[in-house]
């Protein structure tokens, strides 16, 4: 059974850091897809950050380029998010995501294992 568990999540005055970690059980992270994702209330579910654990490839949406940072660690099965210069914009319920196959144009949907979400929450 596959399971992701997302940690990391806080509250944080803005301008802080925070790293997210998505560690996942029953599934290996080579040659797959992993994303974080997030949801505001009354807001869609919005990507934030894929990375593909074969090739490397990196996307990340245009409101958190230059401050957050996707990595892998393939021997812990970890994906991390690495959240710098957080302004309250950035408060929203994050999730990780997982699938096989390409990263490029991937969007929530396309997306077959979720994590249970860790909250994040930007104070100014």
């Known amino acids: 059974q596959v399971q992701l568990v997302e940690s990391g999540g806080g509250s944080v005055q803005a301008g802080g850091s925070l790293r997210l970690s998505c560690v996942a059980s029953g599934y290996t992270l080579n040659r797959n897809c992993m994303g974080w994702f997030r949801q505001a209330p009354g807001k869609e579910r919005e990507k934030v950050a894929v990375i593909s654990t074969s090739s490397g490839f990196i996307s990340y949406a245009d409101s958190v380029k230059g401050r957050f940072t996707i990595s892998q660690d393939n021997a812990k099965n970890t994906v991390y998010l690495q959240m710098n210069s957080l302004n309250p914009a950035d408060t929203a319920m994050y999730y990780c995501?997982?699938?096989?196959?390409?990263?490029?144009?991937?969007?929530?949907?396309?997306?077959?294992?979720w994590g249970q979400g860790t909250q994040v929450t930007v104070s100014s």
């Open positions: 995501a997982a699938r096989g196959g390409w990263c490029a144009l991937v969007d929530a949907y396309q997306f077959n294992f």
